[in-house]
């Protein structure tokens, strides 16, 4: 079990506006009572001035979809940890499925960028998972263990402070979605990977990916290694993203 209490993550994606982020923020903020579980959005990084203020003294954190891997200095267009830390931003999602698809990030790209919101006080959301040509030859357990193995080897002894992010890549957006039995087993393997490099195992919330929604959000929260999730598509819908908030509160 991860930080006390379950920890739900909105990944919003590409996806908001002004007008649209304003509404449904306040609409989540207005039906947070009785939610006692860790919660925070994830925005695309022009937002974030403006999450800043909407969120101050509330208890949604903000976070961001990604970071650089660099400090400072020549990299056109990317978004270092320090800029981050200048919008309260707490987390910050390092290697998603998007990401290693479709900008080529590596095992290694991944872990340097865990490595550098580790070192800002940024709590990285590590994002390892399997496709499905993966999952069919059998190879879930190696590939989500390679992806994790790499921030470990980076991290060090840093890395009970990360959290980790369970997507199998094979059902995001595709209707497809993992049992509970099967999300447990990989947990319980990333969980026992983690063990293997910490004795503060116990302190990394290991999160749920992958068509997450209001009507299976509690069965899979309900597995012991399951200690919260990450939501895309229904984290957009203030009601959607409230009744998991409630159903990671019980």
Not at 51 to 75: F, K, R
Not at 108 to 122: P, S, Y
Not at 176 to 185: F, N, W
Not at 200 to 228: E, F
Request: hydrophobic content about 45%.
């Amino acid at each position: 079990m991860g930080m006390s209490g379950k920890l739900m993550v909105g990944n919003w994606k590409m996806n908001g506006s002004l007008a649209a982020n304003a509404s449904l923020l306040s609409d989540i903020l207005n039906g947070m009572a009785g939610v006692s579980c860790h919660a925070a959005v994830c925005l695309p990084a022009p937002y974030l001035a403006q999450a800043q203020s909407l969120l101050a003294g509330s208890a949604l954190a903000l976070g961001a979809q990604d970071v650089s891997a660099h400090e400072s200095g020549a990299y056109t267009g990317e978004v270092s940890c320090d800029m981050l830390r200048d919008f309260a931003v707490r987390f910050a999602i390092v290697g998603h499925s998007e990401r290693r698809q479709y900008h080529g990030e590596t095992d290694t790209v991944v872990a340097n960028k865990a490595q550098r919101a580790l070192a800002a006080g940024i709590t990285p959301i590590v994002c390892v998972g399997e496709s499905l040509a993966e999952r069919e030859a059998g190879q879930t357990e190696a590939v989500v263990k390679r992806q994790l193995a790499a921030v470990i080897h980076t991290n060090g002894h840093c890395i009970s402070e990360i959290v980790v992010a369970y997507e199998p890549v094979w059902a995001i957006g595709t209707g497809l979605t993992a049992t509970p039995e099967q999300v447990q087993s990989v947990h319980a393997v990333l969980r026992a990977q983690l063990q293997a490099a910490t004795a503060h195992a116990q302190r990394v919330s290991i999160l749920y990916g992958g068509s997450m929604n209001a009507a299976n959000a509690a069965s899979l929260l309900d597995k012991p290694d399951v200690d919260g999730g990450l939501i895309g598509g229904a984290s957009l819908k203030a009601p959607d993203f409230l009744s998991m908030l409630k159903a990671a509160s019980r």
